[in-house]
């Protein structure tokens, strides 16, 4: 069964503007964690920012945010003030206890000048 | 080291040939995963090594596809008599190991097959 969706396989923004990639995931564990990675055109998977299924509060890296809607089992990451090096590949994964890391397919991210 | 380390950066062969490639992973990680990735695809999950346990290598899509993990710490993928269709990228990643579920994993930069 898919544990993580990305449903949008692409999406553009301007420049400056801010983004919303969707991800949502399934489990009945009570333990997890959320994580999203970046791929530029390079390859390398780089992370950017976790949320803890505990944590009460979002989490923010910089421009980066995580929209946690736990009852939803939604997990959107947000990048402000959007810059032309944010296009790439946005992955999503969840990682729960006692299993590996389960990645969603991907949002490719084009920004606009 | 600092970060995982991935060997050769890109490597192109021709079909039938072996292959194998490297990955070191950060010191203190105790599972390490191989990935494949092909062109504008996901991860596809290739191996698992938790410490000294035996791997899991369910995700291995035929019997040309070996990996090994010395010493708990460097791992190498073997890929006998190379297709085509092997051409990707393949990523290695570390982490702790399977119970800390808020620890993430660290990939390193890939190596780029390219089987002509």
């Known amino acids: 069964a898919q544990k993580i969706t990305q449903t949008q396989p692409g999406m553009f923004v301007q420049e400056k503007e801010a983004v919303t990639l969707d991800c949502t995931y399934d489990t009945s564990d009570q333990s997890y964690g959320l994580f999203w990675y970046k791929q530029p055109s390079s390859g390398e998977m780089i992370f950017l920012i976790y949320?803890?299924?505990?944590?009460?509060q979002n989490a923010t890296e910089g421009r980066y945010s995580l929209n946690f809607q736990k009852a939803r089992k939604s997990a959107n990451l947000v990048i402000s003030a959007s810059q032309l090096g944010d296009s790439a590949m946005y992955f999503c994964?969840?990682?729960?206890?006692?299993?590996?890391?389960?990645f969603g397919a991907g949002t490719r991210l084009t920004v606009k000048p | 080291g600092a970060g995982v380390s991935q060997s050769p950066s890109n490597k192109v062969t021709e079909k039938g040939k072996d292959v194998e490639l490297r990955c070191d992973p950060i010191?203190?990680?105790?599972?390490l995963y191989w990935y494949r990735q092909s062109l504008g695809q996901g991860l596809e999950f290739l191996i698992y090594f938790q410490g000294n346990s035996a791997p899991d290598k369910s995700g291995l899509p035929s019997d040309r596809f070996s990996a090994e993990r010395t010493g708990g710490s460097v791992s190498t993928l073997t890929i006998q008599r190379t297709q085509q269709e092997d051409s990707a990228v393949y990523l290695c990643a570390s982490s702790l190991a399977r119970e800390k579920w808020d620890y993430g994993y660290t990939f390193g930069s890939g190596t780029r097959l390219t089987v002509v």
């Open positions: 949320q803890g299924s505990y944590d009460e």
């Open positions: 010191s203190g990680h105790t599972a």
């Open positions: 994964a969840m990682r729960e206890e006692w299993n590996d890391m389960r």
